[in-house]
């Protein structure tokens, strides 16, 4: 029989029966034992990597059933981590609450909260409300998760490195969940086959003292070309902020705003490049980076599965990283839940994530593809330009757009009544693809319940 992998590439049969058949070696039989809860008996689960994705899913099994004996493993230290801020939405912390009241809570006590969106182009800021959102530093998240997971009986070890994840087979559920570079996918790559689609772009990652107060984007062109800043607030003393520019010239662009070497330098290079002010620091990688995502897919092979970014990765201009990463970790503890098996739970995870996950990449590629061609709008007024910029991803549209701002609408009606030689108001769906990602969830789990 024909075997494939998530992306729908063939694979040799060879490779399937051998990565199975090496799997089955390496996992020993183990006595099942009695849960406490109903359906799935008592499990060990083993997750590579302590970020959002692994640690929510191992307090959502804790919650599950007490019995079940959950260990995750991560490389770093508990207050090691990379980037700033992260950003959640609205809707995303209903999902939170729904699963977990408790982090729910910690989340919310510890988050900045804004509803606006701010384009400045042209050197004028232009806000569109509607958009509820969250900051929070990514430290604080993993804190909270931690002690979260800590309470509830998962046995969290730190700074313990991984060479083979083959080693941790004796278990019976292995979870990936180790990031965009991930271990477990690299070493069943024959069978998850990833793909990572490099673009154009580079950025670079930093901090500011500067608040922004909401999501900002600045467009700002210099001598050495255009840069875009994405902007937002996680504390109430510091944002992240995201320097990004286009291919031509490639590093040197990047280097003549935020050179390497110096970081007061770069922090003083990209804030008059953007005029944003305040004082940035660099992260460790402040050398900037190209643009890339990935995907599997959500692959599953075994008893092995993926999650979170080691599963897929989505362009930063739709902040649907961690959002991703929670929605895997409760899509996989429900299908375990549901199906009370490994081998029912695992299909059944990957049929409820995998349209969720295309919508979201297919924005997400709609949205870094306009970043990417952009200078052809920069002669726009700042208003209709704030209009093109929110439409870019396809995740709203107009009907949509004056439901949740109806002044921007209102004002942005009053530009085309103005200018109506230039065409009617571009068809674009006012149904949110975001809602419709949710739906099609909804669905699909409902679906691979009933299978």
């Keep these: 029989m024909a075997a494939f992998n998530p992306s729908g590439k063939l694979i040799a049969p060879e490779t399937v029966a051998a990565a199975v058949l090496e799997l089955r070696r390496r996992r020993r039989r183990r006595p099942q034992r009695r849960s406490r809860g109903r359906g799935l008996s008592a499990m060990k689960v083993t997750v590579l990597g302590g970020g959002p994705a692994g640690l929510f899913f191992a307090i959502l099994m804790k919650k599950q059933d007490p019995a079940h004996e959950i260990t995750v493993i991560e490389r770093d230290g508990p207050d090691d981590t990379f980037g700033w801020g992260i950003v959640l939405s609205d809707r995303t912390l209903a999902f939170l609450e729904r699963s977990d009241a408790e982090t729910h809570a910690g989340i919310t006590r510890a988050a900045q909260t804004w509803d606006n969106v701010d384009v400045v182009h042209k050197g004028e ?214 199906r009370g098996t490994v081998a029912a739970a695992l299909p059944a995870y990957e049929r409820a994530r995998q349209p969720v996950l295309d919508a979201f990449q297919a924005a997400a590629l709609k949205s870094l593809a306009w970043l990417e061609h952009v200078e052809p709008h920069l002669g726009l007024d700042p208003i209709p330009f704030a209009y093109k910029h929110m439409m870019r991803s396809q995740r709203i549209g107009y009907a949509r757009l004056k439901q949740m701002d109806p002044h921007f609408a209102a004002r942005y009606d009053r530009w085309r009544a103005e200018h109506a030689s230039d065409g009617p108001i571009p068809a674009t769906s006012s149904i949110s693809s975001t809602s419709r990602a949710s739906r099609t969830w909804r669905r699909s789990w409902a679906t691979a319940r009933r299978r």
């Design 125 to 338: 800021t232009v806000s569109i409300h509607g958009n509820g959102f969250s900051g929070i530093a990514r430290l604080t998240f993993l804190n909270l998760l931690q002690r979260r997971a800590q309470a509830l009986g998962v046995d969290v070890r730190f700074h313990t490195a991984v060479a083979d994840p083959a080693d941790l087979l004796d278990c019976d559920l292995l979870l990936g969940a180790d990031g965009a570079n991930s271990l477990v996918r690299r070493t069943w790559s024959d069978f998850f086959q990833p793909s990572v689609d490099v673009r154009r772009n580079r950025y670079i990652w930093l901090g500011t003292e500067q608040l922004f107060h909401g999501l900002v984007m600045i467009f700002r062109e210099a001598p050495a070309g255009l840069f875009i800043a994405h902007a937002y607030k996680f504390s109430p003393t510091t944002s992240t902020f995201i320097v990004e520019c286009g291919p031509r010239r490639g590093r040197a662009r990047v280097s003549s705003a935020c050179p390497r070497p110096r970081p007061a330098t770069t922090s003083r290079g990209c804030s008059r490049t953007t005029s944003a002010g305040g004082r940035c620091s660099p992260i460790a990688s402040s050398g900037g980076s190209t643009s890339r995502s990935s995907a599997t897919g959500g692959g599953t092979i075994g008893h092995v599965a993926l999650a979170g970014d080691a599963a897929h990765t989505a362009h930063f201009s739709i902040g649907s990283g961690t959002k991703l990463a929670l929605e895997d970790a409760i899509a996989l503890a429900g299908a375990l839940a549901e």
